[in-house]
């Protein structure tokens, strides 16, 4: 069997594999759709060592195989990738701190002893039982494995502190963010300014109900003042991933406002510690999701309170992944969320 890795910097390798078997605390799911994350970019685009275990960590399929000891499962289940439940036992778990779990960052990670040899972009995996949710039967197959990016927005949203009325900026308006302009709708921001130079991104925001979208720099500025009256942004997600983005989003928000964080930047930033001291900011960043948000995120998505089809622009096969990343790569793409056929 082949699996698509990323090896090196601009490189991926058609690997292949056995057949994967089921431990006994496993499964084996056949991938019906993965979907391309930003990680997976950044390290297409860098070089750097990426752990095969996460690349390509965003895939709904069933399951055809279980392990002598998994329960919650069967054969011929729907399923999609989360988070690991709290395992109730390592430190941050025995002192009440479940959502610190240190057992389930390490699964998350892909370095628990069941992590799989490789990711998604493949026909079939083998993984822990603990990483599989039954997929909610008012789903796709194609709209589960949008689920996981998804709840990644959704447990920034929750995070944050966003408060009702709120007037919030988006920065980017990928995947990610236009998932957390989304959620930010849902918890009531009373305006959702999303910051974008790509037009078609821009347009999407729109239909998906931004109050306001706008290209970065000088407009962004201006517009963003004439809506708050001159004071900036009560809070401001940024979801661009760049090392640049970082101050730019303190620089648009208030005097006592708030920044979350959610892109991952693969280099170090510069800011400017003046200005956060001066504005008083709050700031929260946000990684993954726990496993109890991924059913809230599941059952919103499928009950419309959020679109996840419109993010869905096209869908690649396993032979076609290296141009598909390229292109999310090349900073001109015209794409949202790529998913990966396996099977094609």
Sequence with gaps: MLAALITGKETIEMVEFDDPTPAPDGVVVDIAFCGICGTDIHAYQSGRPYNPAICGHEWSGTVSAIGSNVRDVTEGDRVVVSAAPACGNCDA???????????????????????PKHGGFAPRLAVGANRVVKTDPGLTDEQAAQVEPATVAFHAVRWSGLRLGDTAVIQGAGPIGLGTMQWVRAAGAGRVIVIEPNDQ???????????????????????????????????????????WAIQTAIDLARRGGSMCLIGLADSDASIS????????????????????????????IADGRVQVEPLHTSTASLAGLDEAIADLASGTSQQAKVLVNPNW
């Design 93 to 115: 778990c025995r002192a009440g701190l479940a959502d610190r779990c240190h057992t389930a960052f390490v699964v998350a990670l892909g370095r628990d002893p069941l992590a």
């Design 273 to 300: 510690p003046g200005s956060w001291l001066i504005k008083e900011l709050k700031m929260t960043g946000a990684l993954a999701y726990f496993r109890e948000e991924f059913e809230m995120s599941m059952g919103m």
């Design 201 to 243: 991104r821009r347009q999407l925001a729109l239909d998906l109900g931004a109050h306001d979208v706008v290209e970065p720099g000088e407009a962004a500025d201006r517009l963003i003042k004439e809506r708050t009256h001159g004071l900036g942004a009560d809070i401001v997600y940024e979801c661009v991933g760049r090392a």
